[in-house]
């Protein structure tokens, strides 16, 4: 599936991707805050296209522009989730390359995914964790109507082998419709 908005396509990650995807993720100011750890090379990021973004409703946000990927954003769902979730409910993720910050585009991205999830996908509510130290998405999720839920004070991350706080916030159907 493709979607789009005024300055993003939103589709699926495709192999050709691992250099774009390497040369974002790569930097340690990306990962670690979003709580994985930088890249190391083309080939982790070919891994991590085949065996992580291959899961369903995981999109490369790529840039109209210039037809390239400069981040992602997605939905995990179940045994996926940060946090225990019913089946009418799924977890927003997201992040973007550092030249990107401060445009918008996650936000933009977001709203689209947010759409999808609620009119496509029957979803009834949608959560957001995020590094109580990234200052940066915990703005998005305030941008899209996210309302705080509840702080995870010792969150183990296995990806990155560290024990972070965490923020988790939700938006529901009726909210989302109500901001119309």
């Given amino acids: 599936?493709?979607?789009?908005?005024?300055?993003?396509i939103l589709r699926t990650w495709e192999e050709s991707d691992a250099e774009e995807l390497y040369?974002?993720?790569k930097d340690p100011a990306v990962g670690p805050i979003a709580g994985?750890?930088?890249?190391?090379s083309v080939?982790?990021?070919l891994?991590?296209?085949r065996q992580v973004f291959s899961a369903p409703e995981t999109y490369?946000?790529?840039l109209k522009e210039t037809g390239k990927p400069i981040g992602s954003a997605g939905f995990l769902f179940g045994d996926n989730c940060t946090i225990s979730l019913p089946e009418d409910a799924c977890e927003l993720g997201y992040w973007i390359g550092v030249?990107?910050?401060?445009?918008?585009?996650i936000p933009e991205a977001s709203r689209e995914l947010i759409r999808h999830a609620f009119t496509t996908l029957g979803m009834q509510e949608i959560w957001c964790t995020a590094n109580l130290e990234n200052a940066n998405s915990l703005r998005v999720q305030e941008k899209l109507g996210f309302t705080?839920?509840?702080d995870i004070p010792q969150y183990y991350s296995e990806l990155t082998n560290e024990v972070v706080s965490l923020r988790a916030s939700r938006l529901s159907r009726d909210d989302w419709e109500s901001m119309g």
């Fill in 99 to 105: 030249p990107y910050w401060g445009q918008g585009l």
């Fill in 43 to 45: 080939q982790e990021s």
């Fill in 1 to 8: 599936m493709t979607l789009e908005t005024k300055r993003l």
């Fill in 36 to 40: 994985w750890p930088p890249h190391a």
């Fill in 148 to 150: 705080f839920d509840h």
């Fill in 47 to 49: 891994q991590i296209i």
């Fill in 23 to 25: 040369a974002y993720a």
């Fill in 60 to 62: 490369a946000v790529v």
